[in-house]
């Protein structure tokens, strides 16, 4: 574990989060995405704070391992929902599906077909994920007569709950967009649902680019992911695009190890990278060890006004960050250092500069850096 480093996770700020989501879909139900481990936060803290805190009934994970971590180690009271493993086999029907009431979503005909012939998943909820034309995990839209027929033939009149996923909700809702033309494609589902006399109770399509843009949420639930942690979908790469003004929920702090003059053309760190002007260099204990990954060399950090510059590799343990100009009497070592706020645009700017997302920086922080949880 790190001394001095912390990546701190304000749980405050995930219900102010929540409180601001209510208000772009104040009707809807809520199936909150922890899946990697909440986005890198801590599922267990995440999951107990949006469950017994917040009220939300529904967690959604990727695998059947995140969910038996979930359901055998956390006090959460909500249901937690498997929307990425695609097989399922007896022995797990006995101990998570039916003995934790773990509930998989479906996204094939094989599957179904499984679940429609396990006696012991006879009376278990249904729930159904369509490719409306992402093209990835969904019963494909093609498909739909045979799932009703399938349904019918084994007298289940009635499915908890059918969805699909937005690819393109991240961008500007243009009429006849693709967005438009997946939502198209549900409607009718729903509509071939009704005309065969199939009850769907719940339905939901709007992730965290749709909410943001008030998209789709006619439907009975939301599936919020990213926004619920604090960045934006929509506006990414262009703040003035920007709908959502959620803050971050984490915060990465470290403290500075060792503060040293260098001169133009000094070599610094593995491959003996040549310094291209006199300055200051701060080294702090962050590296891809910790999860400041090796591509993050050139991204520019701000520190007490001044603007530095990640200089050459990044070490397992550390980074040199260097300032143009400045010398030794302009920082302290031990003092803090802070890489990310709890302001969105931090976060966000981050990961434009190192061409990435947020989703992928939060998760790349490792065991390594304590997380110091914050609820008052």
Not at 47 to 58: M, Q
Not at 216 to 232: A, D, F, K, N
């Amino acid at each position: 574990m790190r001394q001095g480093t912390e990546f701190q996770v304000d749980l405050n700020l995930l219900a102010e989060n929540f409180r601001l989501l209510k208000t772009f879909a104040p009707k809807n139900e809520v199936i909150f995405m922890v899946k990697a481990n909440a986005y890198g936060h801590g599922v267990i803290e995440v999951s107990e704070f949006a469950s017994n805190e917040l009220g939300i009934k529904r967690l959604g994970v990727a695998s059947l391992g995140e969910a038996i971590y979930l359901k055998e180690r956390s006090k959460t009271k909500a249901d937690i929902w498997v929307f990425s493993d695609t097989e399922i086999t007896n022995s797990e029907v006995n101990h998570s599906y039916v003995g934790l009431g773990i509930i998989p979503v479906i996204s094939s005909k094989r599957l179904l077909l499984f679940y429609l012939n396990s006696p012991e998943l006879h009376a278990a909820p249904i729930v159904l994920k369509f490719d409306t034309g992402m093209n990835r995990l969904g019963i494909p839209y093609s498909e739909i007569d045979e799932i009703l027929e399938l349904l019918k033939k084994h007298n289940r009149s009635e499915v908890l709950h059918i969805m699909t996923h937005f690819a393109s909700s991240f961008l500007k809702l243009k009429k006849g967009d693709k967005t438009h033309q997946q939502y198209e494609k549900f409607l009718n589902i729903k509509k071939k649902f009704d005309k065969a006399g199939i009850v769907y109770k719940e339905s939901s399509c709007a992730n965290s680019g749709a909410i943001e843009q008030k998209f789709s949420i006619e439907e009975t639930h939301i599936r919020p992911g990213l926004m619920m942690y604090g960045p934006r979908s929509v506006g990414s790469f262009k703040k003035e695009d920007a709908l959502w003004s959620g803050q971050n929920i984490s915060s990465l702090k470290t403290t500075v190890l060792k503060v040293k003059n260098i001169k133009r053309g000094m070599p610094v760190g593995y491959g003996g990278h040549v310094c291209h002007s006199d300055g200051v260099l701060i080294f702090l204990p962050v590296g891809y060890g910790d999860g400041i990954l090796t591509y993050y060399s050139g991204l520019k950090l701000e520190h007490k006004g001044h603007v530095g510059q990640v200089l050459g590799r990044v070490n397992m343990d550390l980074i040199a960050v260097f300032f143009e100009g400045l010398s030794e009497k302009d920082f302290k070592e031990g003092e803090e250092f802070v890489l990310w706020s709890h302001s969105q645009d931090d976060v966000v700017e981050f990961a434009n500069q190192v061409k990435s997302i947020p989703y992928q920086v939060f998760t790349a922080i490792t065991h390594r850096v304590p997380k110091r949880f914050k609820y008052q």
